[in-house]
Nanobody
Framework: QVQLVESGGGLVQAGGSLRLTCAAS????????MGWFRQAPGKEREFVAS????????YYADSVKGRFTISRDNAKKTVNLQMNNLKSEDTAVYYC?????????????????WGQGTQVTVSS
């Protein structure tokens, strides 16, 4: 079992930055690839970014590429999402998730554990 808790969300103006953190507890954090997803009202949950267990491989949705950076610290059991140049369309609840799978980690169904989410609101 892995417990995940997100923090760092809030209200920011367009063009601003936020840094989300996901703190993990429970089973060995470094065994899991980690991902960030988001869900806006009335929309499906969508992939934002993922990072391999070692941190050596990262993947991003086209909509955030060049603006968001995912990173992890296995010693601290945390994964971060640095979000720069935020846009109004980035407004959503952001979720952290852990996956024991390999390969394509874009689908939410590939993830075994989820956090409760943190709200990010970008005002234009």
């Amino acid at each position: 079992q892995v417990q995940l808790v997100e923090s760092g969300g809030g209200l920011v103006q367009a063009g601003g930055s936020l840094r989300l953190t996901c703190a993990a507890s429970g089973r060995t954090f470094s065994n899991y690839a980690m991902g960030w997803f988001r869900q806006a009202p009335g929309k499906e949950r969508e992939f934002v970014a993922s990072i391999s267990w070692s941190g050596g491989s990262t993947y991003y949705a086209d909509s955030v590429k060049g603006r968001f950076t995912i990173s992890r610290d296995n010693a601290k059991k945390t994964v971060n999402l640095q979000m720069n140049n935020l846009k109004s369309e980035d407004t959503a609840v952001y979720y952290c998730a852990a996956s024991g799978s390999v390969g394509n980690l874009y689908p939410p169904r590939k993830y075994d554990y989820w956090g409760q989410g943190t709200q990010v609101t970008v005002s234009s």
